[in-house]
């Protein structure tokens, strides 16, 4: 099946900062890329919707100018939590779907401290 | 948008039982319905997927039903081992190129010896 990587795989970074976290499809070109967050014992939450030479699109909720998305080539999209706050912490995860499956990357661990 | 229901939260079974997790989906237009699973601290792991033009199949001791009708999909394990336990994720998306999977909430499985 198709690979997606996501670099780093846990971060721990201060109130105030920023963090950027890539994901990357291995194999195949992803011209659209998923993000998504997961609180402890909740469900994925999509945030927003990566599209390759174009702004990404938002859900509902989410903070376009907290999280900035940049989807630059084919196989690379990064998320950068902007001055990161304690509620940011999470587990975030990206995914892309070559064809109907969706293949996910292994997660980043973000705790804000 | 999409929005999916899942049920029960958790589940609970003795070795070699049957479990049974029940999802809805709000979307006509969703026709691809995949079923995670997911350990702590791990990216989902696909187990077994459906298409809205088949109204079951099976893989070994998973299968997964689908009613459009009604606009209901359950996943079914028969002979549960220790190691089913997780927690197992339904999702649905709409056919539209570069679509998000829309997630249920979850059922923690567990599976006691």
Known sequence: ?113 | GENVEQHPSTLSVQEGDSAVIKCTYSDSASNYFPWYKQELGKRPQLIIDIRSNVGEKKDQRIAVTLNKTAKHFSLHITETQPEDSAVYFCAARPNQAGTALIFGKGTTLSVSS
């Open chain 1, 1 to 113: 099946g198709a690979v997606v990587s996501q670099h780093p795989s846990w971060v721990i970074c201060k109130s105030g900062t920023s963090v950027k976290i890539e994901c990357r499809s291995l194999d195949f070109q992803a011209t659209t890329m998923f993000w998504y967050r997961q609180f402890p014992k909740q469900s994925l939450m999509l945030m927003a919707t990566s599209n390759e030479g174009s702004k990404a699109t938002y859900e509902q909720g989410v903070e376009k100018d907290k999280f900035l998305i940049n989807h630059a080539s084919l196989t690379l999209s990064t998320l950068t939590v902007t001055s990161a706050h304690p509620e940011d912490s999470s587990f975030y995860i990206c995914s892309a779907n070559p064809k109907d499956e969706q293949y996910f990357g292994p997660g980043t661990r973000l705790t804000v401290t």
